[in-house]
């Protein structure tokens, strides 16, 4: 089987290279010994090895994280060996894992491990689907907790993992999960809440509209806004304003008669005052473009010069350097004799090419008469632009001068016109106004209806994708028959109960277990009352063995997601002080069971224990006591 994950070797190393190594078969395994024989420990540092982001000293022990250095785990995952090896020795390797001399982050190998157990990781929602809480990946650290019940996991399904988290790897193990939260549901969702804000910020819009609208315009205006209503309006809006227009024009037209003419001086001096401000701009703007050119002219003569600089010392430079010969040879620091034939090195003996010192030079000489030509250049230039510069700013001065002088000509002439201004005239203008803006007001609503129909476009294409997206999901749910699969798994359950009840009457005196799988949570009954508030002490540890038979029961079945490995670490005592001692051998009979069908030849169960006194299996006895 393909899904199937069996450990063959734990060992565990000491700084010296010591080792102490422990053999597991598939099968039922019995990890035995007295309390303090570190049962435990030692599948607290398999948890570790399989994939823990968090630190050696937190879990599993701060005298063993300094006693060991190294853990090593054979296991068959999926269908082929690995050795998966943690170090913790050195500080940067605490939070990696190597996997067949591979290394990588703890979180790359939970991913590598669920691609080669051959399970898709889903994303599942916590609490209400459309809420703001983000959705988790269900990766392979929350299916650890349910495959291994650690020592101090007796009184829940999995510690440490919310019942919704429980819910999504009990669906991912029936083989549910992939079909309930596929993909196409996150975004689903995401597009369902994207819609209800896109409806609820229409309407905030729409109210913020209407609310505008009454303070602007009258009642009968904002009866029914629409764009046909505001086009009309505006229409409107536009006439009046050409009316008024009409009428200011002829107005002015009987002042004119009534006004004495303009001399000629005054006609003369208002042309050249607009032929002044224009020539004041285009000499504003050329003086600009001259202070911009000057500037760029300066950074280059900046550059030039470094050049120049650059070249001076590469000329001392050759002047120095060009007498060193090689006196030594690069391989071997002999010394050699500066003695061969022409054309001929006399370190490697090869042909070389002629060189002449007089091109070299030439070459030189030229690159440095070509950048102080460049330099001479830029300095003209320089010079040519900083004169006219300077001559567009005493023209520009002369200007402003001149322009004042005209309009201090020009003020009796203005204030005259002023004081005879009618005051028909400023109230046309004033209506011409508020027209105006009342254009703009609507104008401003048609933009706001505008908006407000962009959004109503982006709800129907939104709804569209949903309704594709439903069809999806409805059809891949429909595939996870959450009903059938709540029944199959109680089913489950109630046989290794039944099994208890056929080794030891006295076992199980509790009703039947039922599942209810619901798409967000799962509820499981003894009789008509939650487990958990039904069960305590002794009957919580044989439902929980329960429970984890079930899964392991999944393992043959192609549908589902199991793994096949089952870690059972059973408490010497359990919450209402109760021993287990007594109870070790005919709470496995069940799993002994199952484990001897021929489809399950290739499941591990692990399991601690003080003795399992003649219970068949592979026995892996610890002796020494630690202290």
Known sequence: ????????????????????????????????????????????????????????????????????VE????????????TVVRRWQDPRMKTKVIVDDVTMTAEEFNEHLLERLGITPVKYPQGDAHGPRTWPTLGWRSLLRQIYRRQ??????????????????????????????????????????????????KENFQNALNMVTRELLNETETLSLTDEVINTRIGDLKKTEGEIDQQRAAFVEGLRTQVTPKRDE????????????????????????ARVHLAEMHELREKLLGEVDRLGRAKVAGTVFGRLKVTHCPACDQAV?????????????????????????????????????????SDEVIKDTSSSHAELGRELRAVNARLSEVEQALAPARAQLADIMPPELREM?????????RVRQMEGFRAALNKRQDLAKRVDELEALIAKLEQVVQASRGQADLEQLGDLFADRINNYL??????????????HVSVELQKRETKIRIGSRLWHKKLGGTMQLYFLLAYNHALLSLFPDDWARYPGLAIIDVPAKLEDGSATADKENFVLEPYLALLLREDMKEAQLIVTGSSFENFPGHRIELKHVWT
């Open 429 to 437: 203008d004033e209506r011409v106004g508020v027209v105006r803006e």
């Open 71 to 82: 853990m090593r785990v054979l296991a068959t995952i999926g269908d082929r060996q690995s």
């Open 337 to 377: 004799e500066p003695e061969s034939a022409p054309g001929i090195c006399y370190v490697c003996h090869r042909h070389t090419e002629p060189y002449v010192v007089r091109d070299a030079k030439r070459r030189f000489a030229a690159e440095q008469r070509h950048i102080e030509g460049e330099l001479q250049e």
């Open 266 to 289: 005054e006609t003369a001096l208002a042309r050249e005052a607009a032929e002044l401000r224009k020539r004041r701009d285009e000499l504003t703007g050329a003086r600009t473009d």
């Open 498 to 511: 039944t099994l208890l009840r056929e080794v030891n009457p006295n076992s199980w005196t509790q009703s």
């Open 152 to 201: 101090d996991s007796w009184t829940d399904i999995a510690t440490r993992q919310w019942d919704v988290e429980q819910h999504a790897v009990l669906l991912q193990f029936l083989g549910a999960a992939e079909k309930l939260f596929v993909s196409q549901y996150r975004e689903l969702v995401d597009q369902q809440n994207e819609v209800a804000a896109l409806r609820a910020q």
């Open 1 to 68: 089987m393909g899904n199937r994950l069996i450990i063959h070797e734990l060992v565990r190393v000491e700084p010296s290279g010591a080792a102490e190594k422990l053999e597991f078969k598939t099968g039922v395994n019995l990890l035995v010994g007295m309390p303090n024989t570190g049962k435990t420990q030692w599948l607290r540092m398999l948890d570790f090895v399989l994939g823990d982001i968090g630190k050696p000293e937190e879990a599993f022990d701060d005298a063993l994280a300094a006693k060991y």
